[in-house]
Structures are given as structure tokens and as C-alpha cells.
């Protein structure tokens, strides 16, 4: 099975800024950043296919940015402007092996492999 480990997470004032970090056993092509909040469905935040086709929920469009590095192992979360809108936590995702096609937004259902979660939470 494979292993996923976030960091990253944390307590901020709104307007700043966390980078969220997820590490992989193993490289899959298609990963995502999730979140959830109490009482509220895990819903995909930023999504990368490959090595830079990336997608985002409108909510976080111009603030948020996923990466990750050469060897595919690492995925980045960029977050800036936090609101505390933004407020859940988040969950780093991997796809399957078998790569079936998806169209965004990614759900969560379609993911066999996750993280335990980071806490970001933004303070007004």
C-alpha cells in the first residue's frame, strides 16, 4: 500500500501564508490536496496530473498552488492569503495505478490512497 505522510500544516492569522507538504512511497501520476471541515464533505482543493497539468477549486484559484518536485515523490501545497474560510483539514491523496481518466472535481471516492491529514487553521 502506499504511504503518504503530510506536514506542513499549522495555525495562521488571515492573509498568511503555509506550504504543505506530502511525501510518497511511490510516484502516481494524478495527486490531490483535500480538505474537511466538521459537518462538511472532503472536497478536493488542488489536483496535479503528471508533472505540471494542475486544477482548482474555484475558492482557492489564484491563492493556492500545487507542485511537485522532479522524482515525483513530493507534492506541494502552496497556500497564501488564507482566509479562515480555509480552515479544515487537508489531506494528501494519490490516484490509482490504473490511471482512469477523471474529471475535475476529483472525488474523494475515486482515491484508494490518503494521508492522515494536516491541521491548518486561519484565524481572523
Known amino acids: 500500500q502506499l504511504q503518504l505522510v503530510e506536514s506542513g500544516g499549522g495555525s495562521v492569522q488571515a492573509g498568511g501564508s503555509l506550504r504543505l507538504s506530502c511525501v510518497a512511497s511511490?510516484?502516481?501520476?494524478?495527486m490531490g490536496w483535500f480538505r474537511q471541515s466538521p459537518g462538511r464533505e472532503r472536497e478536493a482543493v488542488a489536483g496535479?496530473?503528471?508533472?505540471?497539468?494542475?486544477y482548482y477549486t474555484d475558492s482557492v484559484m489564484g491563492r493556492f498552488t500545487i507542485s511537485r518536485d522532479d522524482a515525483g515523490l513530493t507534492v506541494y501545497l502552496q497556500m497564501n492569503s488564507l482566509k479562515p474560510e480555509d480552515t479544515a483539514m487537508y489531506y494528501c491523496a494519490a490516484g490509482a495505478t490504473g490511471n482512469p481518466t477523471m474529471s475535475w472535481p476529483w472525488q474523494a471516492q475515486d482515491f484508494p490512497d490518503w494521508g492522515h491529514g494536516t491541521q491548518v487553521t486561519v484565524s481572523a
Open positions: 496535479v496530473y503528471s508533472r505540471d497539468t494542475t
Open positions: 511511490a510516484s502516481r501520476l494524478r
